[in-house]
């Protein structure tokens, strides 16, 4: 499938961390998501039941990264990607998780992982 949902830049704050010290101060991160799908339905119609609601996937993402206080950025985007393919009628997502910047002791924009996932 060619047609897709585009994100980017969807920022919030939330205890991340391999160390205890890392979570409970937390961390900025940044996702990035495509989400590929039939949007022909939704083109012909001008209807937005007839589309995934980009409101509710960005909502979808706040919630579950509420409820989590994961150590691994790996571990967040599995559970982003599984909640996605869980809620909404896509055929594959795609997620970018970047810790903005990362806790290291040289100065870098971003660290994080890209997953690929189908329904």
Do not use: C
Request: aromatic share 4%; proline share 6%; hydrophobic share 50%.
């Amino acid at each position: 499938m060619s047609d897709k949902i585009v994100i980017t830049g969807l920022q919030f704050h939330m205890p991340i961390g391999v160390s205890a010290a890392e979570r409970e101060v937390g961390q900025r991160l940044r996702v990035d998501m495509e989400v590929s799908l039939d949007l022909s339905r939704a083109g012909a119609s001008d209807v937005l039941e007839d589309t995934v609601s980009y409101a509710e996937l960005v909502d979808t993402v706040l919630a579950v990264a509420a409820e989590m206080q994961p150590r691994l950025v790996e571990h967040l985007a599995e559970r982003l990607a599984e909640a996605i393919l869980a809620r909404f009628p896509v055929e594959q997502v795609w997620l970018r998780l970047l810790k903005t910047p990362p806790p290291l002791p040289a100065a870098i924009e971003a660290a994080g992982v890209e997953i690929v996932r189908n329904a």
